[in-house]
């Protein structure tokens, strides 16, 4: 790993989603304040399931349906999926916390050949504070509801996604889960360096989604995938 200061470490949780529940165990901290939930909760309950289920990653009978924030949900109930998400939400929860998180990208590859075929990148900022005078009031906190609402126009472009995406067949392709940090976070030993898995070839395709905020982040996502 890249020791350098300031520099990004881009790293993956060692083994893949097939990694056996047991060893992941439970989360053992509250969520905490509602911009870290807000976030935790895109990435997981959000994004990493809608597009495991939107893309074909496992069969339909692995997903059931949760309303949260308006939305009707697919979520896994593959319980080693589920283990290996959850962990990776619990040092999220970390790294967000202090500043060293800068992506989160989710890769989709094909089982035979190992290539990456789509790669779903969300950019985790922190928000400017804005500076103020004396005469001037201080910006009120944004609202949960404003925060909530910009995640469902979000989530609704992923899920939308699929009319312009190339069709997966169904069980030929897998994925993983990377996290890109600052050169001065806490890596734990099980997560290991790993390279970007862009997409490669001539005829690729990138399309940006909106964005969401917070008092605290704003979030980007766009999709890469290649037309062949």
């Not at 509250?30 to 809608?50: A, C, K, L, R, V």
């Not at 949900?73 to 939400?89: F, P, T």
């Not at 050949?113 to 950019?123: I, L, N, Y």
């Amino acid at each position: 790993m890249d020791s350098t200061r300031n520099s990004p470490n881009v790293v993956e949780l060692r083994g893949s989603s097939r990694i056996v529940s047991d060893f992941f165990g439970k989360l053992q901290d509250p969520m905490g304040p509602f911009w870290i939930q807000s976030i935790t909760d895109f990435f997981s309950e959000y994004s990493i399931h809608s597009i495991l289920y939107q893309r074909g990653i496992y069969p339909a009978e692995d997903f059931q349906v949760r309303k949260k924030y308006g939305l009707n949900m697919m979520v896994s109930i593959n319980e080693e999926v589920n283990a290996y998400v959850k962990k990776i939400m619990s040092q999220l929860q970390k790294w967000i916390k202090s500043g060293g998180l800068s992506k989160l990208v989710i890769v989709i590859s094909s089982k035979d050949s190992g290539k990456v075929v789509e790669r779903w990148q969300f950019d985790v900022k922190i928000a400017e504070k804005q500076e103020t005078s004396h005469d001037q009031e201080e910006p009120r906190p944004k609202l949960k509801e404003e925060v909530q609402r910009e995640i469902q126009t979000v989530i609704r472009q992923i899920t939308a996604a699929v009319t312009f995406l190339p069709q997966l067949d169904n069980g030929d392709h897998s994925f993983n889960v990377l996290v890109y940090t600052d050169g001065e976070s806490v890596v734990p030993n099980e997560w290991i360096d790993s390279d970007p898995k862009d997409v490669e070839g001539d005829n690729v395709e990138n399309v940006n989604f909106r964005n969401f905020s917070t008092d605290k982040h704003k979030v980007g996502a766009l999709v890469s995938y290649s037309l062949t």
